[in-house]
T-cell receptor, first 116, second 109 residues
């Protein structure tokens, strides 16, 4: 099992540029989560999907952030335009829905984003 | 008030020591509880779930106190490889997982 795959692993960009982060969940998992981690705020849930449908996007900081899941094996998180305060590690996680197993989330290696 | 609060540490302990972390949560309706481990510059990984009756996995013991709304993690006979950040995680329902900011542990030779 390849686990959750994220790309790129590192991204350095300039303020105002568009950034697209990608995620491939574990095959068979029907929940997908996007998190952001910073030293100050820890790990924050941005949005999550169930069966490719966005369920809760209340954690998305503002309209500059958008996420899509066009199919069960792919999701994107886009920031446009990016700002220095968006610098963080962005994690994608997936889990298998079902009684007793929904809660175990498997995280990808993360994308370390730096906005100059 | 934060959903989940942890002492950030750092906790610096010698090899072989016993160390305990506590974590408090604010939502009394929280349904399930976990400890995740995160190594430096790595992703969080599930360490163990926390059950109402308390549970043990080798050197690790997790306990839940619903009345006082806290969970704990006890590590016995600390190893160098236990050095990491330990994240307290609370599920308030409907996949609402809240992560604490983590407690950093360094085990010293």
């Amino acid at each position: 099992d390849a686990g959750v795959i994220q790309s790129p692993r590192h991204e350095v960009t300039e303020m105002g540029q568009e950034v697209t982060l990608r995620c491939k969940p574990i095959s068979g998992h029907d929940y997908l989560f996007w998190y952001r981690q910073t030293m100050m705020r820890g790990l924050e849930l941005l949005i999550y999907f169930n069966n490719n449908v966005p369920i809760d996007d209340s954690g998305m900081p503002e309209d500059r952030f958008s996420a899509k899941m066009p199919n069960a094996s792919f999701s994107t998180l886009k920031i446009q335009p990016s700002e220095p305060r968006d610098s963080a590690v962005y994690f994608c996680a997936s889990s298998f829905g079902g009684y007793g197993s929904t809660d175990t989330q498997y995280f990808g290696p993360g994308t370390r984003l730096t906005v100059l | 008030r934060k959903e989940v609060e942890q002492d950030p540490g750092p906790f610096n302990v010698p090899e072989g020591a016993t160390v305990a972390f506590n974590c408090t949560y604010s939502n009394s309706a929280s349904q399930s509880f976990f400890w995740y481990r995160q190594d430096c510059r790595k992703e969080p990984k599930l360490l163990m779930s926390v059950y109402s009756s308390g549970n043990e996995d080798g050197r690790f013991t997790a306990q839940l106190n619903r009345a006082s709304q806290y969970i704990s993690l006890l590590i016995r006979d600390s190893k160098l490889s236990d050095s990491a950040t330990y994240l307290c995680v609370v599920n308030t329902g409907a996949n609402n997982l809240f992560f604490g900011t983590g407690t950093r542990l360094t085990v010293i030779p």
